[in-house]
Structure formats: structure tokens, C-alpha cells
């Protein structure tokens, strides 16, 4: 009775050391993922009140008809459903495409494109730079719109982008230099027109560099739509060639792409985790829609420093075994040819003994 006794108690007691380790195990990561949950709440939202000049009363977005030297403020709600005082900053930001072929409104290009006569930026001006909302309130954010003198074809596009403003002090970190910042945002697009003319759409390939997307080794080639007009459903396929080769050694497709008014999107051609390698090449493009078809053939150079920089910093590259290779063929070459020579001395040998 007293042995089972003792082995009962000793069981229970690593069982109690199990579950307190686990206990210690599971707190930290508890903690973080309850921190994780409170800052990842939005606390807010935005809705565009549509005016009488909407052309589709179906969007939440602004789709505007209006004439040339125009006036019209709009106006967006914001509302806090947070459990505490917000700030919000709003600012105008114009489309553009990104490298996965989707428009965006981030504001992340700061150079607007060279073709865009018309930046929704120029022509929008936001009331208010900053806005405080206190909990369960809602106020309204103003833009005002000016429309050119001159009448234009096509449209322009961009969005009123609200992002929520973060004390830089509550996100640190506690090290120094350190912090972690969460920022949510909201865009309202804004799309302006004055006539139904048809803009026939033109995109054009105005630059091809070597570079590290992702860190990962990729050759950019930069399509630009020069046009006013949205281009969709676009397909493009890419391919490499060394300049004079008939193989292509690295090929990219992309399918439904979509591309903003007056903007270039840089197309990501993967080099397959490969070293950019200097040297002459040919890039055969072709990007295509069902009304469209754009071909491109064009020479480009990698040069041995730009080639030299992205591979140091490229991280998964493949290993290159071509000279190991050589030099271990070369070496057997060696070590048969030293055999033959021994075994033909040998053979010598023996036959003047007899």
C-alpha cells in the first residue's frame, strides 16, 4: 500500500510538472496573441457621400461627371467605432499600377508619371490636413474639386486615402531606435470624366533594368500606358533570350492584369534564383487584351557592377558547381592518364625481365 502510495504521489507530481511547464510555455505566446487581436481592430470607417453628378449611384466610390472650370466640394463620413479619441489624416494620392498589375492608391511612387498631364492631386484640395474624432462620433471630410479650363478626353483617377495617425511613443518597442508600428488606412477612389469619347488605350516598354525584387534576382521591364483610359484583362508574357540565342533562358507570364490611367507598372521577370550574369541579352514582350495586342523586341546590357551589387545582397541564389565540375573532370583526366603511363611502364618493365 505505501509503494503505491509513493509511485501514485510521484506521478502526480510529474504530471504537475508537466502542466506548469507547459503553464510557463503558453503564457508569453497568450499575451502576444492577445496583443495582436487589440491592435489589429481598425476602430474606424469611411463612406462617400455620392452627389447628384454620380454616374453610377451603385459605387462607393466617386464617379463623376462634370465640365471644364468646374467647382465641386465632395464630401466623405468618418466615423469612430473605437473606444477612444482617433486622429485621422486624409490626403490625396493619384493611381497607380502596381507590379502585380493592380491599381493602387498607397502613394508609395513619389515621381508622378511622365504622361500624366492631369494629376488628380493638382486638381483636388482636402479642408482639413488632420482630423480628431472623438468615440462613437462622426465627422465629414471635404475636398474640393477644380476642373480645368480646358475640356479633356478621358479620365482622371485617384482616391482620397485616410489613414489612421499612431503616437510613435505607445508603438515602441522599449529599444532603442526600435519600433513596430501597425498603420490602417481606408481609400475613397475618386474618378473624374467630362465626355464618353473612347480613348483608344497605348502602352509602350520604356525601360529594361537588371535588379533584386524581394531580394530575389529579377530583371524589371517598365510598361507605361500613356494614355487616359484604364486598361484591363491585360495579358503579357516575357521572355529572355542571350542576344543572339534562339532558346530563352528565363520567362514570366502574368494573366488579368489592370492598369491605371497615365501610369507605368514595373513588370518582375523572376530570374529563377540564378546570378545575374554580365552580358548582352534580348527581351521578346508581348502584352495583350481582348482589343489590343503590344509586341516589344529590345537589347539590353547587365553590366558587371550592377550584376556584382544584386547578387552580394540576393538572398537563395543557386549554387554555381560549373567549375568544380571542370576542375574534377579535369582531375580524373589527370589520375587515368597518369595510370595508363604507369601500367605501360609496368608492362615494359616486364617484358625486358623476360
Avoid at 453610377?56 to 471644364?68: I, S
Avoid at 498631364?117 to 493638382?122: G, H
Wanted: cysteine-free.
Amino acid at each position: 500500500m505505501i509503494i503505491h502510495k509513493t509511485l501514485e504521489e510521484y506521478t502526480m507530481k510529474r504530471i504537475f510538472i508537466l502542466l506548469l511547464m507547459i503553464s510557463v510555455w503558453l503564457l508569453p505566446n497568450i499575451a502576444f496573441a492577445d496583443k495582436v487581436d487589440e491592435s489589429g481592430v481598425v476602430g474606424y470607417s469611411v463612406s462617400a457621400i455620392l452627389p447628384d453628378n454620380q454616374r453610377n449611384q451603385d459605387a462607393t466610390y466617386f464617379d463623376l461627371r462634370m465640365k471644364p472650370n468646374k467647382q465641386q466640394t465632395i464630401q466623405v463620413k468618418v466615423f469612430n467605432s473605437s473606444k477612444e479619441t482617433i486622429k485621422i489624416k486624409p490626403t490625396i494620392h493619384n493611381a497607380e499600377t502596381n507590379r502585380n498589375g493592380i491599381i493602387g492608391y498607397s502613394g508609395d511612387s513619389k515621381q508622378i508619371d511622365s504622361s500624366l498631364k492631369i494629376p488628380l492631386s493638382s486638381i483636388v484640395e482636402l479642408k482639413d490636413k488632420e482630423i480628431t474624432i472623438k468615440k462613437g462620433e462622426q465627422k465629414v471630410v471635404k475636398a474640393d474639386i477644380k476642373m480645368p479650363s480646358d475640356t479633356f478626353n478621358g479620365v482622371i483617377l485617384g482616391g482620397i486615402h485616410f489613414e489612421k495617425v499612431t503616437d510613435n511613443e505607445d508603438d515602441a518597442d522599449g529599444e532603442q531606435g526600435v519600433q513596430i508600428q501597425n498603420k490602417y488606412a481606408y481609400v475613397v477612389g475618386i474618378q473624374l470624366s467630362e465626355t464618353d469619347k473612347k480613348i483608344k488605350p497605348n502602352l509602350k516598354l520604356t525601360e529594361i533594368k537588371p535588379t533584386l525584387v524581394n531580394y530575389r534576382t529579377s530583371v524589371i521591364a517598365k510598361i507605361q500606358n500613356e494614355k487616359p483610359t484604364i486598361i484591363g484583362e491585360l495579358n503579357v508574357d516575357a521572355k529572355v533570350f542571350k542576344k543572339n540565342g534562339k532558346t530563352a533562358i528565363h520567362e514570366t507570364n502574368k494573366t488579368d492584369l489592370k492598369m491605371a490611367p497615365n501610369s507605368t507598372m514595373d513588370y518582375v521577370i523572376d530570374w529563377d534564383n540564378q546570378k545575374l550574369e554580365p552580358g548582352q541579352y534580348r527581351l521578346e514582350m508581348e502584352a495583350k487584351n481582348k482589343d489590343d495586342t503590344w509586341k516589344w523586341t529590345e537589347d539590353f546590357e547587365i553590366e558587371s557592377e550592377s550584376a556584382d551589387d544584386a547578387n552580394k545582397e540576393a538572398v537563395d541564389l543557386d549554387k554555381d558547381y560549373t567549375a568544380w565540375y571542370w576542375i574534377g573532370i579535369s582531375a580524373a583526366l589527370i589520375i587515368i592518364i597518369i595510370l595508363i603511363i604507369i601500367i605501360i611502364r609496368m608492362r615494359k618493365k616486364q617484358s625486358t625481365s623476360e
